[in-house]
Every structure is written in structure tokens, then in C-alpha cells.
């Protein structure tokens, strides 16, 4: 399953970098990737897994870059 978000509000290519090497390593992710310049956000991964693999993705983005808003795209 692939799921794209919108990561509103993204103003570090830095930590888009951070945000995608955290989100490749949790369980259940085939692929993530961010793009900065448009500010998504694509995540492939098993679907039974997913619920929890968003709960934690977001997690990750507030922690990383806190203002930012991950948006279902």
C-alpha cells in the first residue's frame, strides 16, 4: 500500500532528509521518501501495518520539525 501526505509547513531540507531516513526505519516500511521542494511525503508499506506506521510517521515529523503539519495529500 502507498500513502501520500503533504508535509505542511517543511521549511528544512535537512530535516526532510532526517524525517525520511526515520520513517525508512520503522517496521513494516518497504520505501519512504520526502521531497522538499514539494513538500511530500510517500510511504510504502505493509498494509496491515499502516494505522501504526502513520501514528509514528507523524510522530516522527512533530518531533523533527515541529510546526509542521503532515496532511493526507
Same mark, same amino acid.
Not at 24 to 39: H, I, P, S, Y
Given at each position: 500500500m502507498k500513502k501520500k501526505f503533504i508535509l505542511e509547513g517543511l521549511d528544512c531540507a535537512d530535516c526532510a532528509a532526517k524525517i525520511e531516513h526515520a520513517v =525508512?526505519?520503522?517496521?513494516? *516500511?518497504?520505501?519512504? %521518501? *520526502? =521531497?522538499?521542494? %514539494?513538500?511530500k511525503l510517500v510511504i510504502e508499506g505493509e498494509d496491515e501495518k499502516m494505522p501504526t506506521i502513520m501514528q509514528e510517521a507523524e510522530k516522527i515529523v512533530k518531533k523533527i520539525e515541529p510546526g509542521t503539519v503532515m496532511k493526507k495529500a
Open positions: =525508512n526505519k520503522l517496521d513494516g *516500511v518497504k520505501e519512504a %521518501t *520526502v =521531497n522538499f521542494m %514539494t513538500q
